[in-house]
Antibody, heavy 119, light 110 residues
Framework: EVQLVESGGGLVQPGGSLRLSCAASGFAFSNYWMHWVRQAPGKGLVWVSRITNDGSGTSYADSVKGRFTISRDNAKKTLYLQMNSLGVEDTAVYFC????????????WGQGTLVTVSS | QSALTQPPSASGSPGQSVTISCTGTSSDVGGYNYVSWYQQHPGKAPKLMIYDVSKRPSGVPDRFSGSKSDNTASLTVSGLQAEDEADYYCSSYAGNNNFVFGTGTKVTVL
């Protein structure tokens, strides 16, 4: 059974940092591109970042470029999102999602981890 | 990349059908046959319901169907059931390995 389990969320002050993790199981993690998607309270889904299966290529939404870094450890089957210079606008539930093998949709999602940026 | 436009809400009685639109541009919805739809119940993770415009993953009831015309994609839920009450989001490939989501539609079963 495919499982994605996020962790690392919490309360952080503006300007602070946080690292999210997404532990994968039930599939060949190293074969799949992975993404982070976030959802502010009461709002819609917004794509944040993606990484290729081998970690050689990354991409970011303009809103997080230069502040967030996506990475992965295929040996540990874990995806990461390092978030720096956090602002209140980054408050959201962060989901990791697997891009399907055809590269056209997100076929599995984690349950999400809440990041709250507040003083 | 701007979010795809969806109506904020849609509703129908049990057994009826409801159709949700998802409007983008020629750079996303209109440019590729890679539109997907996700169902999200409160406090839960999104669930893939439709991919590649009209294909259903295994386990998704055939009451859910998708289509596309030019820059607008649509999701139709036929034979509405109480458990279909949820938020629905469309997503489209937007080139260069990027994706864009819709604004979301809350479906209410009356």
């Amino acid at each position: 059974e495919v499982q994605l389990v996020e962790s690392g969320g919490g309360l952080v002050q503006p300007g602070g940092s946080l690292r999210l993790s997404c532990a994968a199981s039930g599939f060949a993690f190293s074969n799949y591109w992975m993404h982070w998607v976030r959802q502010a309270p009461g709002k819609g889904l917004v794509w944040v970042s993606r990484i290729t299966n081998d970690g050689s290529g990354t991409s970011y939404a303009d809103s997080v470029k230069g502040r967030f870094t996506i990475s992965r450890d295929n040996a540990k089957k874990t995806l990461y999102l390092q978030m720096n210079s956090l602002g209140v606008e980054d408050t959201a539930v962060y989901f990791c999602a697997r891009l399907d093998y055809g590269g056209t949709d997100f076929d599995y999602w984690g349950q999400g981890t809440l990041v709250t940026v507040s003083s | 990349q701007s979010a795809l436009t969806q109506p904020p809400s849609a509703s129908g009685s049990p057994g009826q059908s409801v159709t949700i639109s998802c409007t983008g541009t020629s750079s996303d919805v209109g440019g590729y046959n890679y539109v997907s739809w996700y169902q999200q119940h409160p406090g839960k993770a999104p669930k893939l319901m439709i991919y590649d415009v009209s294909k259903r993953p295994s386990g998704v009831p055939d009451r859910f169907s998708g289509s596309k015309s030019d820059n607008t994609a649509s999701l139709t839920v036929s034979g509405l059931q109480a458990e279909d009450e949820a938020d629905y989001y469309c997503s489209s490939y937007a080139g260069n390995n990027n994706f864009v989501f819709g604004t979301g539609t809350k479906v209410t079963v009356l």
